[in-house]
């Protein structure tokens, strides 16, 4: 079978052999008379495990696509440093693929002098975010008391007075709080996407620095996009305080 295999934007040549996975967990459980049953977990992360073989000497690979052994086995070492996702692109003869994936690690041995035989375990990219909604009110049942601003306690020689809040102003002040705090998390979260955009542009393996272009425009536009939503939402939040 013939294997076209892109990692990010450079192709791998000499691929021997792609061996695709996944599996999750399944727990069996026995019910009281009823016998054994399975009660399925969720689905686990894909994996893909990658045989090629790279040499230091130019070979007629790919119709003249060639790069040196050690320069493709130091760009591998430095995926696993940098620890970001990279697109993984596979194309055979029954069909083609393409995912954001992790490097877990690699196997080099040189067979003779020059030529390396290299084993490749990528797994699926699973981004985590972190949701941050507003609670809404709940309505409680009766009516609220009302209270004096102000309420005064005479005394023999002087007449204080002691100021109570109440339950109006109170909730006011709750929330403005709850608004002020609301804002300082998503400008953190912004901070954290811009930091990340920044990251992206430094990194050559993922943007092309000398024409200015991105190398993964899906996951370029997405860090925009959040970006774009999180100022949205801070503007929203100005228009309101």
Not at 21 to 35: A, F, I, K, P
Not at 70 to 94: C, H, Q, V, Y
Not at 195 to 212: A, R, S, T, V
Request: charged share 30%.
């Amino acid at each position: 079978m013939n294997y076209e295999v892109y990692v990010g934007n450079k192709r791998l040549y000499g691929v021997s052999s792609v061996d695709f996975s996944n599996e999750r967990d399944v727990s069996v459980c026995e019910g009281l008379g009823q016998g054994k049953f399975t009660v399925p977990g969720s689905a686990g992360i894909e994996s893909w495990n990658i045989k090629c073989e790279l040499t230091e000497e130019k070979q007629n690979y790919n119709g003249g696509e060639w790069t040196k052994a050690s320069r493709i086995i130091r760009g591998f070492k430095n995926m696993l440093a940098l620890k970001e996702p990279t697109r993984l692109s596979i194309r055979t003869d029954s069909g083609r693929s393409s995912q954001m994936v992790i490097l877990k690690g690699m196997d080099c041995t040189e067979q003779f002098a020059g030529v390396y035989e290299v084993a490749l375990k990528f797994l699926e990219y699973q981004k985590v975010e972190s949701l941050s909604e507003d609670v809404p009110p709940v309505t409680r049942p009766g009516k609220v008391p009302e209270f004096q601003e102000t309420v005064s306690f005479p005394s023999v020689s002087t007449q204080s007075s002691v100021h109570v809040q109440s339950p109006k102003a109170k909730r006011s002040t709750n929330k403005k709080n709850n608004a002020n705090a609301t804002y300082a998390s998503i400008q953190m979260q912004l901070e954290r996407v811009k930091k990340k955009i920044q990251e992206f542009q430094n990194n050559p393996l993922k943007f092309d620095i000398l024409h200015g272009n991105p190398i993964n425009k899906e996951e370029y536009q997405e860090l925009l996009n959040l970006k774009k939503d999180l100022e949205d939402r801070l503007d929203r939040l100005k228009d309101k305080s």
